[in-house]
């Protein structure tokens, strides 16, 4: 993720032809990067429905050991992420819901994803909207590994930060999985006795 002022010195180009470029011919919008979740009404009654449904599921035993989450997250060589001057550049398509996935999902793993889903999805289950309390990746993974990550000396090269990343992720064990796991079983009590309200908190 770059800036339009770097993208205009990286190629040569004024900033102006690349703002032309990413509105008018991508037709690309930029989204200021918002680090709230607000949840709706509505919001609350789809958090319920969710976790009685996976906690439903997760009475078979086999059910867990089978899911697998996705997420990204953001690392730089500084540690930092300057939130003011950051624009996401996209088609306006939510994230992890661009038609390709969603036709991937439906085609390769009919009625064993979860995800946002429309109506012609054939998903296990939907996914509520503006749950990162939900997601492992959020409530523990990215910590950890930026944890590991960002020990003085900070990693100088890209290099060095991919290692440092791949090494953090191969230090997570079966154990910590299991406690992951715990911990996401938690979550989906607390937030059914919250009525479906964020818990970000926790």
């Not at 032309?20 to 200021?32: A, I, S």
């Not at 992890?96 to 296990?124: C, K, T, Y």
């Not at 890209?158 to 992951?180: E, K, M, P």
Request: hydrophobic share 40%; net charge positive.
């Amino acid at each position: 993720m770059k800036s339009t002022r770097s993208a205009s010195r990286e190629l040569g180009l004024s900033h102006t032809t690349v703002w032309h470029v990413l509105r008018r011919r991508l037709v690309y919008k930029p989204y200021h990067l918002q680090l709230v979740q607000a949840l709706r009404a509505n919001g609350k009654v789809k958090h319920v429905e969710f976790c009685d449904r996976m906690l439903k599921n997760m009475e078979d035993e086999l059910f867990l050991p089978r899911v697998i989450f996705s997420d990204e997250a953001t690392f730089h060589l500084s540690g930092k992420v300057n939130r003011h001057n950051v624009r996401t550049w996209g088609d306006g398509a939510p994230p992890h819901w661009h038609l390709n996935v969603q036709r991937f999902l439906n085609e390769s793993l009919p009625q064993r994803w979860i995800g946002r889903m429309g109506s012609e999805d054939l998903a296990l289950q939907f996914w509520p909207p503006r749950s990162p309390d939900l997601t492992p990746c959020d409530f523990f993974l990215w910590g950890f590994v930026k944890d590991a990550v960002y020990v003085p000396p900070l990693p100088t090269n890209l290099n060095g930060l991919r290692n440092r990343i791949t090494a953090a992720v191969n230090s997570v064990t079966q154990d910590i999985c299991h406690r992951v796991w715990d911990e996401f079983s938690y979550r989906l009590d607390v937030i059914h006795a919250a009525g479906g309200g964020n818990i970000e908190h926790l």
